[in-house]
């Protein structure tokens, strides 16, 4: 009974958004450019992927403060919560898939809400990396009954290199949070990205931007570039993000790191429900409701506008801290993207993307 006025009353604020979503569209039929951006589902995810990886680039460089703090205290638990539906919910992946993302994200997070209270200790990094492991190699003993060779080859990489991160959890654990925003590019491409040549091209301006953010940061006159925004200047991020590295390489990892961030947020909350949408054209605002109703269900959004609640309040409080705790408990679901793009390259076998998705 609640969760259908709940339903009615969401349904009632996505018809009047609709409304004004049909007015902008008609004026966009009107030019010829705009309209292949309205029907053409590719040039759309291209031209939004290509526009919002320069706008980031210039905030970036401008004001990285704003994109660390206010990222995650914005866009956080609505990108967490895209993870897990496209990943997770979608794909018939089955309910023992379910059940060790639920077991492995609740064991992660309890880890790191229990590290709060005693930072520092290895110790906690040592199990974290032991877990996400077992999780990867678990992943894909359980994914198929018959062993390949392709599977067989992650397996052994992904044990190499739990081992290896066992030396140096620390490290490993802050190359992984460089290396997530990565991953996510990759989830994207590897298995909602269409086979074509064009696909690449916001990849290699993504590409093309980070590096040349990293090379620049270190030049930027400090008055211009890195202006401090919550109490945040990018010389004390550095010491969290690139300890021990020169200041210039320091500056341009923290640089390349917040937009980096921000591509990844993009990418989960814009560009994969894009490619992941089986019609060409934009979807509207009553049809992406009955989609995250049908998929998250009444609980499940419930839970997820309580978190984006939650971590408002706290930043209406102290948005600095805010932003902190959210990066150092939500681990979890970068580990997930590497779960699953370790199931996808072992299923090397001819398959389609998406195909080999499902077999996982």
Request: one cysteine or more; hydrophobic letters at 55%; glycine letters at 8%.
């Amino acid at each position: 009974m609640y969760s259908a006025a709940a339903y009615s009353t969401l349904n009632r604020c996505a018809v009047v958004l609709d409304r004004v979503r049909t007015r902008a569209l008609c004026l966009s039929a009107r030019s010829a450019g705009l309209r292949a951006f309205v029907v053409n589902k590719q040039a759309r995810t291209a031209g939004l992927s290509i526009g919002h990886a320069t706008l980031a680039a210039l905030v970036t460089l401008l004001c990285p403060s704003l994109l660390l703090v206010l990222g995650p205290v914005l866009l956080g638990v609505p990108h967490v919560a895209s993870d897990i539906r496209y990943l997770v919910l979608r794909p018939t992946l089955g309910r023992g898939f379910g059940v060790g993302v639920a077991s492995f994200s609740l064991l992660l997070v309890g880890t790191r809400v229990v590290e709060l209270g005693d930072l520092g200790n290895p110790a906690f990094a040592r199990f974290e990396i032991a877990l996400v492991t077992i999780w990867v190699v678990g992943a894909l003993v359980w994914s198929q009954a018959r062993w390949s060779w392709p599977r067989l080859l992650v397996a052994t990489g992904a044990v190499a290199l739990g081992a290896a991160a066992l030396t140096e959890p620390s490290l490993a654990r802050l190359v992984f949070a460089h290396a997530h925003n990565v991953i996510g590019l990759g989830v994207w491409y590897a298995l909602f990205r269409p086979r074509r040549s064009s696909s690449l091209l916001p990849l290699a301006w993504i590409a093309l931007l980070t590096v040349a953010i990293y090379a620049a940061g270190g030049s930027i006159p400090e008055r211009v570039g890195w202006p401090e925004w919550f109490e945040l200047h990018v010389q004390a991020a550095s010491q969290w993000l690139a300890p021990g590295l020169p200041p210039a390489h320091q500056r341009g990892l923290v640089l390349s790191y917040a937009f980096l961030q921000s591509v990844h947020y993009a990418v989960w909350l814009l560009f994969i429900p894009q490619d992941a949408a089986k019609s060409a054209g934009s979807a509207t605002f009553c049809s992406s409701l009955r989609s995250a109703w049908r998929d998250f269900r009444p609980l499940g959004l419930a839970l997820i506008a309580i978190g984006m609640l939650v971590v408002l309040g706290a930043a209406c409080v102290d948005p600095l801290t805010t932003s902190a705790v959210y990066l150092f408990v939500t681990p979890f679901h970068g580990y997930l993207e590497v779960v699953v793009l370790a199931c996808w390259l072992g299923e090397r076998s001819g398959a389609s993307r998406h195909e080999q998705l499902l077999q996982a």
